[in-house]
């Protein structure tokens, strides 16, 4: 099945291919064929002091004037242009990313048919997601896809970008799937390779309790950045054998010396924040990784391989009706939503995860 995504572009260079990157195969296009929906994604660091900062900036003039503009300012807002010919569109997404140094995800999303769009921005440490919706944005074209993500210099791009990503359809907004298809979870009637599951089977959350799903599903995403794969061995969090999950991922981790150190005997810590290059370290991978992920009746703990990982949480996103259906969940039937909060446990910030892997590695 093909993953939507056609061109990926990050530090090391581009690639474009309709097939979708990576591909060998031979598709002959058109280059000025338009894409009747699509999506930009771009994962860049904050540098808040710099003022206005272009981020992404198309610019070129033959066979016609096309540009695509995405900068943000000192206050936080985003700003969209787009020009084709004499046409232009521009869009302002206010934003708290004011902070520095945090990764921040932007989309820019188009259909065509419905001359509708979105433009989003996600900061992932904080589960926040801004969201804008477009009045008959300008949909790209193959050529447009191939000078944002291949070789040549008509896209420049911050070197606070870390990579840029066009897709052929229209891909979700904020919290993501974070587990390899090789997870299997813990279920009553057994382990159970999660692309198996669907909403309304069980599983067991790690006091042993049956927890109903609400929502399973997968989604192909650039394996760079806050998407690139990240390996959990084994024996380590209880594994039985080695988890790949996305640096997103939360684990939860539990004991004593989580009380001497943090006032709580359990915490949630990111995957990304324990790489270590032992226990946890990052796995080469091809441009596009799918992951999966399960929403539960109320936000819990289950066992994937052993470890206790956290259902996708989307309480954050139910207080904004625009944020719910640009997400994974936005065509669930809202009566299914889960209403309970998140969990309560604390998230291990980055310094934290840092002294705990330390303490716990002497």
Do not use: K
């Amino acid at each position: 099945m093909s993953s939507g995504w056609i061109g990926l572009r990050d530090r090391t260079g581009g690639m474009f291919a309709p097939a979708g990157p990576g591909s060998t195969a031979a598709v002959a296009v058109d280059p000025d064929t338009v894409l009747p929906r699509g999506t930009v994604m771009a994962e860049f660091r904050t540098d808040p002091g710099v003022g206005t900062r272009n981020l992404i900036r198309l610019a070129a003039r033959d066979p016609w004037p096309v540009g695509l503009t995405l900068c943000i300012d000192a206050a936080g807002t985003l700003r969209l242009m787009q020009t084709q010919g004499q046409s232009h569109r521009d869009w302002h997404l206010p934003t708290d990313l004011t902070r520095p140094d945090e990764t921040a995800i932007v989309t820019f999303c188009w259909d065509g048919p419905a001359r509708r769009g979105r433009l989003t921005l996600y900061v992932p440490d904080r589960q926040v997601l801004h969201c804008l919706e477009l009045d008959a944005p300008l949909p790209l074209s193959l050529r447009d896809a191939e000078r944002l993500t291949g070789p040549g210099d008509l896209c420049r791009q911050s070197d606070r970008v870390l990579w840029l990503a066009v897709a052929d359809r229209l891909i979700p907004a904020g919290p993501m799937p974070t587990l390899g298809a090789d997870a299997l979870i813990a279920t009553p009637r057994g382990s159970r390779p999660i692309a198996t599951l669907r909403a309304g089977d069980s599983v067991l959350t790690e006091s042993g309790e049956s927890a109903q799903i609400r929502w399973a599903g997968a989604v192909d995403l650039p394996a760079r950045g806050h998407f690139a794969p990240v390996v959990l061995r084994a024996p380590w969090f209880d594994l039985s054998h080695d988890l790949v999950v996305s640096p997103a991922a939360r684990l939860l981790l539990t004991g004593s010396d989580l009380d001497y150190l943090f006032g709580h005997e359990r915490v949630s810590v990111r995957a990304h924040h324990l790489v270590d290059g032992r226990t946890v370290r990052m796995r080469a991978a091809a441009p596009v990784m799918r992951y999966h992920h399960l929403v539960l009746d109320d936000h819990a703990v289950f066992r994937a391989n052993g470890a206790a990982i956290e259902s996708l949480d989307i309480a954050p996103l139910l207080a904004d009706p625009a944020a719910l259906a640009a997400s994974v969940v936005g065509a669930m039937p809202r009566e299914l939503l889960p209403r309970g909060p998140s969990l309560q446990h604390p998230v291990l910030r980055e310094f934290e995860a840092t002294t705990l892997r330390r303490m716990r590695a002497a």
